[in-house]
Nanobody
Framework: QVALLESGGGLVQPGESLRLSCEVS????????MGWFRQAPGKEREFVAT????????FYGDAVKGRFNISRDNAKNTVYLQMSSLKPEDTAVYYC????????????????WGRGTQVIVSS
């Protein structure tokens, strides 16, 4: 059974940093591209970042480019999202997702999803 478990969310002040983790089980991790998406209350799910199977290719949504960094450790079956210079508009539930084809900013391309972790940026 495939499981994606996000962790690391919480309440932080604007300008601070946070690192999210997503541990994956039940699939061959290094054959899957991974993505992070987020959804704020009353808004549609938004693409945040994606990383290729090897970790050599990374793409980011415009809202987070230059502030967030996605990485992965294939030995640990884990993908990370390092978030810096956080803003109140980054407040959302963050989800990780996996697909066995390619990096993508489109959520429907992903086959497996975690349940999400809440990030709140507020002073």
């Amino acid at each position: 059974q495939v499981a994606l478990l996000e962790s690391g969310g919480g309440l932080v002040q604007p300008g601070e940093s946070l690192r999210l983790s997503c541990e994956v089980s039940g699939l061959t991790f290094n054959t899957h591209a991974m993505g992070w998406f987020r959804q704020a209350p009353g808004k549609e799910r938004e693409f945040v970042a994606t990383i290729s199977r090897s970790g050599n290719s990374k793409f980011y949504g415009d809202a987070v480019k230059g502030r967030f960094n996605i990485s992965r450790d294939n030995a640990k079956n884990t993908v990370y999202l390092q978030m810096s210079s956080l803003k109140p508009e980054d407040t959302a539930v963050y989800y990780c997702a996996a697909n066995d084809i390619f990096t993508s900013h489109i959520d429907s391309h992903y086959d497996y999803w975690g349940r999400g972790t809440q990030v709140i940026v507020s002073s």
